[in-house]
């Protein structure tokens, strides 16, 4: 069964820092794993897909990055900004059927 | 248009109700999902459609009932629900990985479930 960490759970740094939120997943036989920003009580906004045969995708000051063999995925945010303050959830689709799983996310605090 | 929709956006129900929820995507996606979210955990998996039939069932109580009318739409139908099953119920779709590259999933809005 597929399990899908993220570490840390919580973070707050200041406004213009670059940090890494990290994903870790059990079961190596992955289709693709995505990250997305979920706000409190809203939906989940789609931030990076990257197949499980790439090793990194790049949008604006996001950066993913994805080792399969190791089980171990990255998000990287450049300059952060109080604005990227939400949840951020990694997600893992398998290669044997249609199951996206979460890891509990990591909630993050940019101070002004 | 990467949008899903999810109708209503707030829902109050007593336990001896019966009401619907109704989600909608124009992508030409195959994969449906449903998801459930209580307060400060993750999206849990409940239901999968592929094709318009259910592949996937997580073991999910049968007073909750999926249903896919067409290729545009899922409801889930909810009958004799519990207070404890208040939480943001989330609709997600996909492409078909075979075949093809593109396999993003995208979330609807969700809907916001009292029961009271």
């Known amino acids: 069964k597929q399990e899908v960490t993220q570490i840390p759970a919580a973070l707050s740094v200041p406004e213009g820092e670059n940090l890494v939120l990290n994903c870790s997943f059990t079961d190596s036989a992955i289709y693709n794993l995505q990250w997305f920003r979920q706000d409190p009580g809203k939906g989940l906004t789609s931030l990076l897909l990257i197949q499980s045969s790439q090793r990194e995708q790049t949008s604006g000051r996001l950066n993913a990055s994805l080792d399969k063999s190791s089980g171990r995925s990255t998000l990287y945010i450049a300059a952060s900004q109080p604005g990227d303050s939400a949840t951020y959830l990694c997600?893992?689709?398998?290669?044997?059927?249609?199951?996206?799983?979460f890891g509990k996310g990591t909630r993050l605090h940019i101070l002004p | 248009d990467t949008e899903v929709t999810q109708t209503p956006k707030h829902l109050v129900m007593g336990m001896t109700n019966k009401k619907s929820l109704k989600c909608e995507q124009h992508m030409g996606h195959r994969a449906m999902y449903w998801y459930k979210q209580k307060a400060k955990k993750p999206p849990e998996l409940m239901f999968v459609y592929s094709y318009e039939k259910l592949s996937i069932n997580e073991s999910v109580p049968s007073r909750f009932s999926p249903e896919c009318p067409n290729s545009s739409l899922l409801n889930l139908h909810l009958h004799a629900l519990q207070p404890e099953d208040s939480a943001l119920y989330l609709c997600?779709?996909?492409?078909?990985?075979?075949?093809?590259?593109?396999?993003?999933?995208?979330f609807g809005q969700g809907t916001r479930l009292t029961v009271v």
């Open positions: 997600a893992v689709k398998g290669d044997r059927d249609d199951k996206i799983i």
């Open positions: 997600a779709s996909s492409q078909d990985f075979s075949g093809t590259v593109d396999t993003e999933a995208f």
